[in-house]
């Protein structure tokens, strides 16, 4: 059985859908409509199967090329830097929506052995968080102290958040599909919060804030380690960093890389364009921004 990722699932097109956009299914690929100025529009669709290079689905596609569609952007869930051979008729981009690097946790070894191939540095932090005596809680009820903790790490490390419905929206939970907030208390206080996605085979780590206060404590090494441990017990096979490169975050990736793991790189984006005129408004329009 293939297993989809979870930005080809229903409950990320219901995602999408909360969020205002129209959501097509062709031949069990989605498509998100993207909308940009002027009433004009692509079609985006992240890590979708390869078949979205094959004749047989760009001729399914003509369909929708009828709507005000200027361009379709896929990126195809294809490890490797090479694409398939039949993507003539795509522009490849140098930049991707969705990280193009990953590191990945296999979530099949035991729990001792997942420690034994930590950075010796991440394992020592982890004991350290137990030791202060952090407690780590989920449930969304803590989407408030999320949000707080949000627009603080964005102000401290100069990044641009999305809106608040925006994480808000994504706290979906079905039979096959749950998107959980987990958070780390010290003193009775919230001081880091995860967005995690547990859909399929993967255990996908989406967003993260903490507080600069009680930095000390090591509360993220130990947020961290028990939603890799709660993968393990629930039965699924890998732990996925989403989002992994040391030149643009030097930070981040070598906290994460303190966990072990595979780092792996995704074939990339590409642009399928319908409207050469407006495609290049839009990408002048993009560098002005």
Same mark, same amino acid.
């Not at 890590?47 to 001729?59: A, D, Y």
């Not at 969304?140 to 790490?153: A, G, K, V």
């Not at 964005?154 to 907030?181: C, M, S, W």
């Given at each position: ?109 035991? @729990? ?51 809106? +608040? ?42 967003? @993260? ?41 030097? @930070?981040?990736?070598?906290? +994460? ?33």
């Amino acid at each position: 059985m293939v297993i989809k990722p979870f930005l080809q699932s229903r409950e990320w097109a219901q995602f999408q859908e909360s969020l205002g956009r129209k959501v097509f299914w062709l031949d069990g690929v989605l498509l998100v409509q993207m909308p940009l100025r002027l009433g004009e529009s692509y079609l985006y669709s992240p890590r979708c199967p390869i078949k979205v290079f094959s004749q047989e689905f760009l001729k399914q596609l003509k369909k929708l090329k009828k709507r005000r569609h200027i361009f379709l952007r896929v990126e195809p869930d294809l490890l490797g830097s090479q694409p398939p051979t039949s993507v003539l008729e795509f522009k490849k981009l140098d930049f991707d929506l969705q990280p193009n690097k990953t590191l990945i946790l296999d979530l099949t070894k035991s @729990g001792d052995r997942l420690l034994a191939d930590m950075h010796p540095k991440t394992r020592y932090n982890i004991r350290l968080a137990e030791k202060h005596g952090v407690k780590i809680k989920k449930g969304e009820e803590y989407f408030d102290d999320f949000w707080r903790l949000m627009q603080s790490t964005a102000e401290r490390d100069g990044i641009y958040p999305f809106p +608040k419905n925006h994480y808000q929206q994504q706290l979906i939970v079905t039979d096959d599909f749950r998107t959980e907030l987990w958070v780390a208390e010290y003193e009775k206080e919230i001081i880091a919060a995860n967005l995690v996605n547990f859909y399929g085979d993967t255990v996908t780590y989406l967003h @993260g804030a903490s507080s600069d206060k009680y930095r000390n404590v090591m509360s993220t090494y130990l947020l961290q380690w028990e939603q890799i441990k709660t993968g393990g017990k629930r039965g699924f096979e890998k732990y996925d960093f989403w989002g992994f490169d040391e030149e643009r975050w030097p @930070g981040v990736s070598r906290f +994460k890389k303190g966990f072990g793991g595979e780092v792996v790189e995704y074939a990339g984006a590409y642009d399928l364009v319908w409207n050469r005129g407006w495609y290049w408004a839009y990408k002048i329009a993009k560098k002005l921004l």
